[in-house]
């Protein structure tokens, strides 16, 4: 979703990541559990991971594509 996505459609797919920490959260407070910090890390890590990870690929897409167009003006110049 980042790599392709707006934003709102980012936090859309971060949604279900974010049930399952809210999930497990409730869970621990209903059995009495004190919260493990260290238990959130894999949530963060999930939805940290993929934006970044979708984040750099937008990013050289775009890069990409700007060099690309860069190089065919660059060639139609010389032929003219």
């Given at each position: ?10 936090v859309l797919a971060a949604a279900p990541v974010l049930v399952c920490h809210a ?58």
């Amino acid at each position: 979703m980042a790599a392709y996505g707006r934003q709102r459609r980012l936090v859309l797919a971060a949604a279900p990541v974010l049930v399952c920490h809210a999930a497990m959260r409730a869970g621990d407070w209903l059995h009495g559990v004190r919260f493990d910090g260290l238990g959130a890390l894999p949530f963060v890590g999930v939805l940290l991971g993929g934006w970044l990870l979708g984040d750099y690929a937008r990013t050289r897409r775009l890069f990409l594509a700007q060099l690309a167009a860069s190089a065919e003006l660059a060639a139609r110049e010389r032929e003219e």
